[in-house]
């Protein structure tokens, strides 16, 4: 969002928390805006972020753990799922990753879909427990811009904010949607249990990487003569 806003509003309020307040007076508890900082036009928040911090709530029961389970399986489930994880798309990552936890995917499932020309559909998690925690904008970027970099280096007072909001407002809401047996999980399993690969079509699926990964690796060491 891009408001016209006095020049001097930022003299005694560095980090445009009242003028966010006032902003926030009008919006629901569950909507907040932490801070504002002046830009100019051409700045675009989108195209000038270069990372982005994502949190992703998951069911316990869904990967396997229970009120039972002891912390030997709590910890051998854990880092199951996490082997599985790998860095693409979120929520196909962690949709990936269950499916390999029940079994219904092969593992190797995820070195072939990472592959450069492979096009295989698979499950996406859902969306309710996504959260943005936070971002990143570039630094030559905002210099270009004329843009003191220091504004965009989150404050105390304005990290405080935002720990506040994701504690006591943001985590109890996203909390409603862990309940296993919510209609969203329950749907979503019944779902993920169609997502199995048939053996004939997994096999191809190897032969199919490893004839690309032979031609890959081929291609690089004529490159390298």
Request: charged share 25%; proline share 6%.
């Amino acid at each position: 969002m891009k408001m016209e806003i006095p020049d001097g509003a930022w003299e005694e309020d560095p980090d445009g928390i009242a003028l966010a307040d006032v902003i926030n007076g009008h919006l629901p508890y569950n909507i907040r805006i932490f801070s504002i900082l002046p830009v100019n036009k051409r700045f675009d928040a989108r195209n000038e972020c270069i990372s982005r911090k994502y949190v992703y709530l998951l069911p316990a029961e869904v990967i396997g753990i229970g009120n039972a389970s002891s912390p030997e399986a709590i910890q051998s489930h854990v880092k199951e799922f996490r082997d599985t994880l790998q860095l693409f798309e979120i929520r196909k990552m962690v949709g990936t990753a269950v499916a390999v936890k029940h079994a219904l995917l092969p593992k190797d499932i995820i070195k072939i879909s990472l592959s450069r020309y492979s096009r295989i559909v698979l499950p996406l998690a859902p969306c309710e427990v996504l959260v943005l925690s936070s971002n990143e904008f570039s630094p030559s970027n905002t210099s270009a811009l004329n843009l003191e970099l220091s504004r965009f280096t989150r404050s105390t007072g304005v990290q405080r904010r935002v720990n506040d909001f994701y504690s006591n407002v943001l985590l109890p809401e996203v909390a409603k949607f862990l309940d296993p047996s919510k209609p969203v999980w329950r749907v979503w399993l019944d779902y993920l249990d169609q997502c199995s690969i048939p053996d004939v079509e997994m096999n191809e699926l190897r032969r199919a990487w490893t004839q690309w990964q032979e031609n890959s690796n081929s291609r690089q060491q004529k490159t390298s003569y």
